[in-house]
């Protein structure tokens, strides 16, 4: 929620946060052994399992840190040195996943497409099946660089047939856009607070597969770091959900009381219906945009997230909208990707935002009144009224 001297915040993570949320986190912060916190922490991880849509023998963390921790903790515990890792590259968090698998010791090995699109299931299947096993593939759910989903459900059939561990970056995604962890029989997804979930930066999220817990407890390499080992975790992790107190490192405790408000607010009216509002909300967006003669960066509404645009510059304007847009009292993001960084910007729409289409018409409003002021022809009224059809 904006505060009168805040700009609306439309960019890819941080988001707009609800009042209940903001209201949680504004309290003095909890010990880690408080009733309260602890009813906190395993309320939340029994809620996790129904937004993941996971089974009841998954195991959910929650650990203080941003979501590239999350993406280092599935590293660190999945991959051993010397271990084949298949990554589907998307863009820039894609780049970074495999950055991340190689100082793991992993050697990876990469199933790109251009900028906008994304690899072939034949490709990725060819690829599994090519020179020695692959331990894992790993996907980004939503390329928050490129604005170009993959579709998970084919991808852990793949994985499936080929016994290799099916990992998802949801960093972008979670609980913005379709994900069923058990009946796709996915491995990890992961996500970061600030992000499609709806809280505050702060908190690395994920839920972990018997299979993906397994090859931790099977490892022969050395340990992962004490911090990125979900050995450290488990007991407390187990801990809390029994409402027992427990202790390994502090976690972010007034962060989880905002996470227990945010993740009840996506319960009741239930997931299904949180990643359906996701959906409308970018259908009526790229309406908007369509009438504002803005294309987007991915190449076909099959790989188009929910949770943001990527939207490229029309001819004769450049990055200098940004200030145009932030002059009308909203927030959007420039590009990311190197292909696209110049010619390209972003607006974020996910977590609690879907639920508010006075902040989509307001951004609406901004982004065609900045165009208008950058000179071109379009009409601020008609890209309004497009969010409505
Ligand atoms: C934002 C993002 C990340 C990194 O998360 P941080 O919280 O910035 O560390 C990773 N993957 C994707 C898809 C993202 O959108």
Redesign the pocket.
């Known amino acids: 929620m904006p505060t009168p001297l805040s700009p609306l915040l439309m960019i890819?993570?941080p988001v707009e946060v609800s009042p209940a949320v903001l209201a949680a986190a504004a309290v003095p912060p909890p010990g880690h052994t408080a009733p309260r916190l602890i009813e906190a922490f395993g309320a939340s991880l029994g809620m996790m399992r129904q937004i993941w849509q996971a089974d009841a023998a998954s195991q959910p963390f929650i650990l203080a840190g941003?979501?590239?921790l999350a993406?280092e903790v599935a590293a660190a515990n999945l991959i051993e040195p010397g271990e084949r890792a298949l990554v589907l590259n998307t863009g820039f968090?894609s780049e970074?996943m495999m950055a991340i698998l190689r100082r793991a010791g992993a050697e990876v090995i990469e199933v790109g497409a251009p900028v906008g699109e994304a690899p072939g299931m034949d490709e990725v299947r060819d690829a599994l099946r090519r020179g020695s096993p692959c331990k894992a593939l790993f996907a980004?759910h939503?390329?928050?660089s490129t604005g170009v989903r993959v579709d998970p459900e084919p991808l852990c059939h793949l994985a499936r047939a080929a016994g290799v561990l099916a990992v998802f970056?949801g960093?972008?995604a979670t609980a913005g856009e379709r994900f069923a962890m058990a009946a796709w029989d996915a491995d990890l997804y992961f996500t970061?607070s600030?992000?499609a979930i709806g809280l505050p930066?702060g908190l690395a999220l994920m839920v972990a597969g018997e299979r993906a817990l397994a090859a931790r407890e099977s490892r022969r390499a050395a340990p992962p770091p004490l911090y990125l080992d979900w050995h450290s975790w488990l007991p407390i992790h187990r801990a809390y959900e029994e409402r027992k107190p427990s202790y390994f490192a502090t976690p972010a405790t007034t962060l989880v009381m905002a996470l227990e408000s945010g993740l009840g607010e996506i319960l009741e009216a239930g997931i299904e219906a949180r990643v359906a509002a996701h959906a409308r909300t970018a259908a009526a967006l790229r309406a908007a945009w369509r009438t504002l003669g803005l294309r987007t960066v991915p190449q076909s509404e099959a790989v188009t997230a929910n949770t943001l645009s990527v939207l490229l510059f029309p001819e004769c304007i450049d990055a200098s909208l940004l200030p145009k847009i932030a002059a009308r009292g909203v927030t959007v993001a420039g590009g990311l990707h190197p292909a696209v960084k110049a010619t390209s910007f972003r607006v974020g729409h996910m977590g609690y935002t879907v639920t508010r289409p006075d902040y989509l018409r307001r951004t609406v409003e901004a982004v065609a009144g900045a165009l208008q002021d950058a000179g071109a022809a379009v009409d601020v009224e008609e890209a309004v009224k497009a969010l409505d059809t």
């Open positions: 890819p993570g941003s979501g590239t993406m968090f970074r980004t939503v390329d928050t970056d960093v972008c970061g600030q992000k930066p």
